[in-house]
């Protein structure tokens, strides 16, 4: 992290939080109440962009969680528990409830996690109302009558404060660029060895935790809460919509989404008499419809210059780390060639009524180079999405160093050192080639330093040739590059065995030569173990020490290029018809 | 870059500061304006219960208008009565940012309103920091009364405590005499409260009850409870429900051929009788005001809603939302000036005339002395006072028709 | 409590409880085809619901029009509205990149839900509405079915075959089915995604147009009270799997039984709890359920 743009940004939040604080003291209570609906807003509205934007998993039971801090703290307080204490519980029991249930939660994907998540509302509901004994039903809980607006306010604006540095750091923090991989690509992210579950749950309990401590103090404000006020549907997606509106997985987007839509809606209930939620509605849809990713991404506030910092995304507002010449920061080592590095037992894989491999055994020693070819629909991908385990297996064992990686989780075969490039390229879209590869780093067991991490994933861009697009958002690149970045981040996980999936189509007979160089150095100088599967041969012949050819998933050939080349099944396979002579490339 | 972030983080720090300044700087006891300020449910989840309230409120302040005003005896002038009014959109938020509005900027003397419990509870803190006087409406929950308040008053039609006493009242003059009660009850606060204070009322006149089913607010199929209540047989079955809940519940009875010696529902209302049709004759019920009561304000009620178009049999909650302007307005006489601690005095103090009869609150600002019922049967279609006696338009048909 | 379990309590309990069900698959059936044809996160669904039902009780009771009438009036109207709504409105958000098509889908569908409420209540007041039929009722053996009710259930099978028949042997129910399993592969077979995209969602609309009169047969409505429909609608079609109609079919039936029963032997508060925690328990005991049909 960059300590001194850090603190400059918590420098200007605080002042601004001061500010707004001291609002009691200088304006009537009428501000001080519709700023308290504005921080409140901000503070789910942000939380939710944790979940929401950075991970990208649409949670639409977030208002639930701001209900449930509000009964934890309320059943507390009304039972003799002090304020603090019961402030304090609100975000710890809400944060364990939500753990529990996003364990199960977190198996569904997309909108079927969206739809699950909205069932929780009315259940949440339904609970409250009917645990009369705890709850007091739909009578709701009914708080001494105090006067605490100035304390809960002060509470309100310091918790703003602290979501707001909370967004900061995550956005800055190694812990955020994970998340936002997961976001991209889950099963990417986890094939390079990122963990996902426990930070899923982590980012969840966290998000989960604000709003309940919101919660707790706007029902303290209130002083009364009851199953319709805290669960019900009518207001649970406005937090969402004014994230959303603002501009999602921006730093900026939920507080302007908030103030456009809390300002709207005041204007609209003082000075319209009728249909004020009909236009609060239609400036939503118009937003949605014409404004893709919401206000501070529309084209016309780009242009507005001292405007600027609102609109930036999370890479720009990463200061680059610049280019520093040097080698990679892989380790030197000797391949040990009596080592068994990976081996394939009988492997077999059905979909269906379709047997995509059968009974495939192959065996590779450490340090060598095997290429792996075959006719389109071989079975070559297959087999390599075994290996990495983004398929498991119908029969048979792969095993790697000696560890069958039937027990072993995604990212654990990553640590193990199975590194990939995908066919058609993975890459997480959304961020640049440098935090590409700084993911890969980070996502280590033992991972460097997050500065270092990003000169170190410069270095791995430069390797591939792709120095010149070192921060520049991936979405933009080529095919042909999205490639090369495949082969810098499966690096930059200190892979011992590469899988190298079609990289060469598409580069000009200079670039093969040098990628060959590359490949036969990271056997020469780091020790890995390589298998690639190409199409074409001229490059494969200048480095592989052995092929082996899959045809309609079997194994009808392993040996030495030419050796290869001469067996009369491959010659039928690729040429229709055995030649009976030899062949050369 | 950080100059203009200090300054966009600056400007937005004073985006929400603005709006300031409109202090209640000290009152002029004798203004030629009243200004009252409320909030009603326009728009949102309670808004199907209070449509046309707004217009009437607004019809009633224009007729005292229009009468002269309010008499300020201390000031030895006459004031017009000014009503401010937002729409809460249902949610308590929202009418506390108004109300604070109302009083910080607009300089508002009394509040009257709003409706429904939990709007109330947190209105009345509002009222209560800032030592006005409100007199709020179709707030029934008694623990919105809060032990210390000064300034918190009601007029929910009817109370909790009073709401079928003239019912069971009539109950001992009936033959054959019922002895078996069945509660149906919606799961909100207010049923439940009524049917908590009646069922041990009943069990203490020797009723016995032989069943309670407590039902959700967006329940649709009955079928559950409508034949539990054909397995306990009871002579009375007692439903304490909002009507809009109950249709389908009524509905659902006459197609399951429930039969009784009286079906009594605590609300009673046009909206039922309209939604269900024919399957509504017979249903004793309770209605908070009558517009046959003899003295002029239900006159004067009865001229405005009939001027806004409200039908009080379809908006049986009407009337207490009407109510709490009349009595702020006569308290105001009463006390002489718009001088709050004066008002407030009158408030606690005096005996008020509303459109149900007599009004007295007692030290928590609640009027359980006063709000009762009156009991109604729809007798051919039509709504008949048939308790108490003196008011009665026709008899009371025992055992109900239809429901044998 | 008491309640002793006879047959007659039973049957009763079962056959209401089915007629429940069949209601509420009738309700998923425009949201599956939609969400699951034409990939759309539809919140506004039960709101659209919402509107139509109460349209047609205002045509009911104001002109007096008879059923059938209403019906066709609201189908055609729906479907037109829904024609266009996509067109306008959805239609230019597939060109995005899929985050911002999500986020511009939920953003439009929020907006409408609540402009449609809003409208709805100035327009024909806020209050709650039903239609009432009158109708025979046949009792066997000491249960009892209202002909309204035996309509409906036939009604939604009815509507259930139709859109089967529609799906699988018309040429503008197969180009449906086509787009949403291969929307480029559809469009190199010369079918216009987008128009029948458009159809898809107008046929929702249509069919919703159906389920909101026959709800609002049976039960009462208020402008308000779509969104909780759309929840219990995304239950089921959940439950039934996405795009398939008889899952949706047996889902509601089920959910219907399901909370009749649940009524009956622990209590009316619980009922609404079943549907929620059927689709919670099935979706995380069952995570087969929720392949995406859409492989990466």
């Given at each position: 992290?960059?300590?001194?743009?850090n603190?400059?940004s918590?420098?200007?939040?605080?002042?601004?939080?001061?500010?707004i604080a001291?609002?009691?003291?200088?304006?009537?209570?009428?501000?001080?109440?519709?700023?308290?609906?504005?921080?409140?807003?901000?503070v789910?509205?942000?939380?939710?962009?944790?979940?929401?934007?950075?991970l990208?998993?649409?949670?639409?039971?977030?208002?639930?969680?701001?209900?449930?801090?509000?009964?934890?703290?309320?059943?507390a307080?009304?039972?003799?528990?002090?304020?603090?204490?019961?402030?304090?519980?609100?975000?710890?029991?809400?944060?364990?409830?939500?753990?529990?249930?996003?364990?199960?939660?977190?198996?569904?994907r997309?909108?079927?996690?969206?739809f699950?998540?909205?069932?929780?509302?009315?259940?949440?509901?339904?609970?409250a109302?009917?645990?009369?004994?705890?709850?007091?039903?739909?009578?709701?809980?009914?708080?001494?009558?105090?006067?605490?607006?100035?304390?809960?306010?002060?509470?309100?604006?310091?918790?703003?404060?602290?979501?707001?540095?909370?967004?900061?750091?995550?956005?800055?923090?190694?812990?955020?660029?994970l998340?936002?991989?997961?976001?991209?690509?889950?099963?990417?992210?986890?094939?390079?060895?990122?963990?996902?579950?426990?930070?899923?749950?982590?980012?969840?309990?966290l998000?989960?935790?604000?709003?309940?401590?919101a919660?707790?103090?706007?029902?303290?404000?209130?002083?009364?809460?009851?199953?319709?006020?805290?669960?019900?549907?009518?207001v649970?997606?406005?937090?969402?919509?004014?994230?959303?509106?603002?501009?999602s997985?921006?730093?900026?987007?939920?507080?302007?989404?908030?103030?456009?839509?809390?300002?709207?809606?005041?204007?609209?209930?003082?000075?319209?008499?009728?249909?004020?939620?009909?236009?609060?509605?239609l400036?939503?849809?118009?937003?949605?419809?014409?404004?893709?990713?919401?206000?501070?991404?529309?084209?016309l506030?780009?242009?507005?210059?001292?405007?600027?910092?609102?609109?930036?995304?999370?890479?720009?507002?990463?200061?680059?780390a610049?280019?520093?010449i040097?080698?990679?920061?892989l380790?030197?080592?000797?391949?040990?060639?009596?080592?068994?590095?990976?081996?394939?037992?009988?492997v077999?894989?059905?979909?269906?009524?379709n047997?995509?491999l059968?009974?495939v055994?192959?065996r590779?020693?450490?340090?060598?180079?095997?290429?792996?070819?075959?006719?389109?629909?071989?079975?070559?991908?297959?087999?390599?999405?075994?290996?990495?385990?983004?398929?498991?297996?119908?029969?048979?064992?792969?095993?790697?160093?000696?560890?069958?990686?039937a027990?072993?989780?995604?990212?654990?075969?990553?640590?193990?050192?199975?590194?990939?490039?995908?066919?058609?390229?993975?890459s997480?879209?959304?961020?640049?080639?440098?935090?590409?590869i700084?993911?890969?780093?980070?996502?280590?067991?033992?991972?460097?330093?997050y500065?270092?991490?990003?000169?170190?994933?410069?270095?791995?861009?430069?390797?591939?040739?792709?120095?010149?697009?070192?921060?520049?958002?991936?979405?933009?690149?080529?095919p042909?590059?999205?490639?090369?970045?495949?082969?810098?981040?499966?690096?930059?996980?200190?892979?011992k065995?590469?899988?190298?999936?079609?990289?060469?189509?598409?580069?000009?007979?200079?670039?093969?030569?040098?990628?060959?160089?590359?490949?036969?150095?990271?056997?020469?100088?780091?020790?890995?173990?390589?298998?690639?599967?190409?199409?074409?041969?001229?490059?494969?012949?200048?480095?592989?020490?052995?092929?082996?050819?899959?045809?309609q998933?079997?194994?009808?050939?392993?040996?030495?290029?030419?050796?290869?080349?001469?067996?009369?099944?491959?010659?039928?396979?690729?040429?229709?018809?055995?030649?009976g002579?030899?062949?050369?490339? | 870059?950080?100059?203009?972030?200090?300054?966009?983080s600056?400007?937005?720090a004073?985006?929400?500061?603005?709006?300031?300044?409109?202090?209640?700087?000290g009152?002029?006891n004798?203004?030629?304006?009243?200004k009252?300020?409320?909030?009603?449910?326009?728009?949102?989840?309670?808004?199907?219960?209070?449509?046309?309230w707004?217009?009437?409120?607004?019809?009633?302040?224009?007729?005292?208008?229009d009468?002269?005003?309010?008499?300020?005896?201390?000031?030895?002038?006459?004031?017009?009565?000014?009503?401010?009014?937002?729409d809460?959109?249902?949610?308590?938020?929202?009418?506390?940012?108004?109300?604070?509005?109302?009083?910080?900027?607009?300089?508002?003397?009394?509040?009257?309103g709003?409706?429904?419990?939990?709007?109330g509870?947190?209105?009345?803190?509002?009222?209560?920091?800032?030592?006005?006087?409100?007199?709020m409406?179709?707030?029934?929950?008694?623990?919105?009364?809060?032990?210390?308040?000064?300034n918190?008053?009601?007029?929910?039609?009817?109370?909790?405590?009073?709401?079928?006493?003239?019912?069971?009242?009539?109950l001992?003059?009936?033959?054959?005499?019922?002895?078996s009660?069945?509660?149906?009850?919606?799961?909100?606060?207010?049923?439940?409260?009524?049917?908590?204070?009646?069922?041990?009322?009943?069990?203490?006149?020797?009723?016995?009850?032989?069943?309670?089913?407590?039902?959700?607010?967006?329940?649709k199929?009955?079928?559950?409870?409508?034949?539990?209540?054909?397995?306990?047989?009871?002579d009375?079955?007692y439903?304490?429900?909002?009507?809009?809940?109950?249709?389908?519940?009524?509905?659902q009875?006459?197609?399951?051929?429930?039969?009784?010696?009286?079906?009594?529902?605590?609300?009673?209302?046009?909206?039922?009788?309209?939604?269900?049709g024919?399957?509504?004759?017979?249903?004793?019920?309770?209605?908070?005001?009558?517009n046959?009561?003899?003295?002029?304000?239900s006159?004067?009620a009865?001229?405005?809603?009939?001027e806004?178009?409200?039908?009080?049999?379809?908006?049986?909650?009407?009337?207490?939302?009407?109510?709490?302007?009349?009595?702020?307005l006569q308290?105001?006489?009463?006390?002489?000036?718009?001088?709050?601690?004066?008002?407030?005095?009158?408030?606690?103090?005096?005996?008020?005339?509303?459109?149900?009869?007599?009004?007295?609150?007692?030290?928590?600002?609640?009027?359980?002395?006063?709000?009762?019922?009156?009991?109604?049967?729809?007798?051919?279609?039509?709504?008949?006072?048939?308790?108490?006696?003196?008011?009665?338009?026709?008899?009371?048909?025992?055992?109900?028709?239809?429901?044998? | 409590?008491?309640?002793s379990?006879?047959?007659?309590?039973?049957a009763?309990?079962?056959?209401?409880?089915?007629?429940?069900?069949?209601?509420?698959a009738?309700?998923?059936f425009?949201?599956?085809?939609?969400?699951?044809?034409?990939?759309?996160?539809n919140?506004?669904?039960?709101?659209?619901?919402?509107?139509a039902?109460?349209s047609?009780?205002v045509?009911?009771?104001?002109?007096?029009?008879?059923?059938p009438?209403?019906?066709?009036?609201?189908?055609?109207?729906?479907?037109?509205?829904?024609?266009?709504?996509?067109?306008?409105?959805?239609?230019?958000?597939?060109?995005?990149?899929?985050?911002?098509?999500?986020?511009?889908?939920?953003l439009?569908?929020?907006?409408?839900l609540?402009?449609?409420?809003?409208?709805?209540?100035?327009?024909?007041?806020?209050?709650?509405r039903?239609?009432?039929?009158?109708?025979?009722?046949?009792?066997?053996?000491?249960?009892?079915?209202?002909?309204?009710?035996?309509g409906?259930?036939?009604?939604?099978?009815?509507?259930?075959?139709?859109?089967?028949?529609?799906?699988?042997?018309?040429?503008?129910?197969?180009?449906i089915?086509?787009?949403?399993?291969?929307?480029?592969?559809?469009?190199i077979?010369?079918?216009?995604?987008?128009?029948?995209?458009?159809?898809?969602?107008?046929?929702?609309?249509?069919?919703?147009?159906?389920?909101?009169?026959?709800?609002?047969?049976?039960?009462?409505?208020?402008?308000?009270?779509?969104?909780?429909l759309?929840?219990?609608?995304?239950?089921i079609?959940?439950?039934?799997?996405?795009?398939?109609?008889t899952?949706?079919?047996?889902?509601?039936?089920?959910?219907?039984?399901?909370?009749a029963?649940?009524?009956?032997?622990?209590?009316?508060?619980?009922?609404?709890?079943?549907?929620?925690?059927?689709?919670?328990?099935?979706?995380?005991?069952?995570?087969?359920?929720?392949?995406?049909?859409?492989?990466?």
């Open positions: 992290m960059n300590i001194p743009q603190m400059i918590f420098g200007v939040a605080a002042v601004v939080s001061v500010l001291c609002v009691p003291l200088f304006s009537s209570s009428y501000t001080v109440s519709l700023t308290m609906t504005l921080l409140l807003f901000f789910l509205a942000q939380s939710w962009d944790w979940v929401g934007g950075e990208g998993y649409v949670n639409l039971s977030h208002f639930a969680f701001y209900g449930l801090g509000a009964y934890v703290f309320s059943i307080y009304s039972n003799d528990l002090h304020p603090a204490l019961s402030l304090f519980l609100a975000p710890i029991v809400t944060a364990l409830i939500v753990s529990v249930i996003s364990v199960p939660l977190f198996r569904l997309g909108e079927y996690f969206a699950a998540t909205l069932a929780l509302l009315p259940l949440f509901q339904i609970l109302s009917n645990l009369k004994w705890l709850t007091k039903g739909s009578e709701g809980i009914i708080l001494p009558a105090e006067q605490i607006t100035e304390t809960a306010f002060i509470l309100m604006v310091a918790l703003a404060f602290v979501t707001f540095v909370a967004s900061t750091i995550l956005v800055r923090s190694p812990f955020g660029l998340i936002r991989s997961i976001r991209d690509d889950e099963e990417v992210a986890e094939s390079i060895g990122v963990r996902i579950l426990p930070r899923k749950i982590i980012l969840m309990a998000s989960a935790a604000i709003a309940a401590i919660g707790g103090i706007h029902g303290w404000y209130l002083s009364f809460i009851d199953p319709t006020t805290m669960f019900g549907l009518d649970a997606l406005v937090p969402i919509a004014m994230a959303l509106l603002g501009g997985a921006l730093l900026w987007g939920p507080l302007v989404g908030v103030i456009v839509l809390v300002f709207m809606n005041q204007w609209l209930l003082t000075n319209i008499s009728i249909l004020h939620s009909a236009f609060y509605g400036v939503i849809l118009l937003v949605g419809r014409f404004l893709p990713g919401g206000l501070l991404r529309s084209q506030l780009g242009k507005v210059k001292p405007l600027g910092f609102l609109t930036k995304e999370h890479h720009e507002h990463i200061v680059s610049g280019t520093t040097g080698g990679l920061s380790s030197k080592r000797e391949p040990d060639q009596d080592r068994v590095a990976l081996e394939c037992k009988n077999t894989k059905r979909f269906g009524g047997t995509a059968k009974d055994s192959i590779i020693n450490e340090g060598e180079i095997v290429g792996l070819i075959g006719a389109n629909g071989s079975g070559k991908t297959t087999l390599f999405n075994c290996i990495s385990r983004i398929l498991d297996l119908s029969e048979g064992a792969i095993v790697v160093y000696g560890d069958d990686i027990h072993l989780r995604r990212d654990q075969i990553a640590h193990a050192g199975i590194g990939r490039s995908y066919q058609i390229p993975r997480f879209e959304r961020m640049t080639v440098r935090e590409n700084t993911t890969a780093l980070m996502a280590s067991i033992s991972p460097p330093d500065a270092n991490a990003k000169h170190e994933a410069a270095r791995f861009a430069q390797y591939v040739g792709l120095a010149d697009q070192v921060d520049v958002v991936v979405a933009s690149l080529s042909q590059k999205r490639k090369l970045l495949e082969l810098a981040r499966a690096l930059a996980t200190s892979p065995i590469l899988l190298v999936d079609e990289v060469a189509s598409g580069l000009t007979s200079n670039e093969i030569s040098e990628f060959v160089n590359h490949i036969r150095e990271l056997r020469d100088v780091y020790g890995l173990t390589i298998i690639w599967v190409e199409h074409i041969f001229s490059a494969l012949s200048q480095v592989v020490d052995r092929v082996v050819v899959l045809e998933g079997s194994v009808i050939a392993d040996g030495p290029l030419a050796e290869v080349l001469e067996n009369e099944n491959v010659q039928r396979s690729y040429f229709g018809a055995a030649t002579g030899e062949i050369e490339c | 870059m950080n100059f203009s972030k200090t300054l966009a600056l400007a937005v004073s985006a929400s500061l603005c709006g300031a300044a409109g202090y209640a700087v009152q002029d004798c203004p030629e304006v009243i009252l300020g409320t909030t009603v449910s326009d728009s949102g989840a309670f808004s199907p219960l209070s449509a046309g707004h217009e009437m409120i607004v019809a009633y302040a224009q007729k005292i208008n009468a002269g005003g309010v008499a300020l005896s201390d000031c030895g002038s006459n004031a017009s009565v000014e009503l401010v009014v937002y809460d959109q249902s949610n308590p938020a929202t009418a506390v940012t108004l109300f604070e509005k109302m009083i910080s900027e607009e300089g508002v003397d009394f509040l009257v709003p409706d429904w419990s939990s709007l509870l947190a209105v009345s803190s509002v009222a209560e920091r800032h030592d006005i006087p409100v007199v409406a179709n707030v029934a929950a008694p623990n919105v009364y809060r032990e210390g308040q000064t918190v008053f009601g007029t929910p039609y009817p109370i909790v405590p009073l709401w079928s006493k003239r019912y069971f009242e009539m001992e003059t009936v033959e054959p005499k019922p002895t009660i069945f509660f149906v009850v919606q799961d909100n606060p207010i049923t439940n409260a009524i049917s908590g204070f009646w069922t041990k009322q009943a069990e203490e006149s020797s009723y016995s009850v032989v069943g309670t089913e407590t039902f959700p607010s967006d329940l199929d009955f079928t559950s409870i409508i034949l539990k209540i054909r397995q306990a047989k009871p009375i079955i439903i304490s429900s909002f009507d809009t809940a109950s249709v389908p519940l009524v509905q009875m006459r197609q399951l051929r429930v039969k009784a010696m009286d079906v009594h529902h605590v609300m009673l209302s046009g909206a039922l009788a309209n939604q269900v024919e399957d509504v004759e017979g249903l004793s019920g309770e209605i908070g005001w009558i046959s009561i003899d003295n002029e304000e006159a004067l009865a001229e405005v809603m009939a806004v178009g409200l039908d009080p049999f379809l908006s049986v909650f009407a009337i207490a939302r009407y109510t709490p302007a009349v009595v702020m308290a105001i006489e009463m006390a002489g000036s718009v001088d709050r601690d004066k008002v407030r005095q009158m408030l606690r103090s005096a005996t008020f005339e509303g459109p149900g009869g007599e009004i007295r609150f007692d030290h928590l600002g609640y009027p359980s002395e006063t709000n009762g019922a009156f009991t109604i049967q729809i007798q051919d279609g039509n709504p008949e006072v048939v308790w108490p006696p003196e008011l009665q338009t026709k008899p009371v048909a025992w055992p109900a028709p239809s429901w044998q | 409590m008491n309640s379990i006879d047959l007659v309590t039973v009763q309990l079962l056959i209401n409880g089915t007629l429940l069900g069949g209601l509420y009738l309700i998923a425009g949201l599956s085809v939609v969400y699951g044809v034409a990939n759309i996160l919140f506004a669904h039960g709101t659209m619901l919402a509107i039902a109460i047609g009780a045509l009911y009771e104001k002109f007096g029009l008879p059923i009438v209403i019906l066709i009036i609201l189908v055609s109207f729906g479907f037109v509205f829904g024609w266009i709504f996509y067109l306008t409105l959805l239609q230019p958000l597939e060109k995005r990149e899929p985050h911002q098509r999500t986020v511009g889908m939920v439009v569908a929020v907006g409408a609540i402009i449609m409420g809003d409208v709805t209540a100035v327009l024909a007041g806020a209050e709650q039903v239609i009432r039929v009158s109708s025979t009722y046949f009792e066997i053996r000491g249960v009892i079915i209202s002909g309204t009710q035996i409906i259930l036939v009604g939604a099978a009815v509507c259930m075959i139709a859109l089967h028949i529609f799906l699988t042997r018309s040429w503008t129910g197969s180009s089915r086509a787009v949403a399993q291969n929307t480029i592969g559809a469009t077979c010369g079918i216009d995604s987008a128009r029948t995209s458009a159809t898809t969602f107008a046929l929702g609309a249509g069919i919703v147009a159906v389920a909101g009169l026959m709800y609002i047969i049976s039960y009462p409505l208020n402008p308000y009270s779509g969104f909780p759309t929840v219990k609608a995304f239950s079609i959940l439950l039934g799997g996405i795009g398939n109609l899952g949706t079919l047996l889902a509601g039936l089920a959910l219907g039984i399901g909370e029963v649940v009524a009956f032997t622990i209590g009316p508060q619980w009922a609404a709890a079943v549907s929620i925690l059927i689709v919670l328990g099935c979706l995380l005991l069952f995570p087969g359920l929720t392949t995406s049909r859409r492989e990466a």
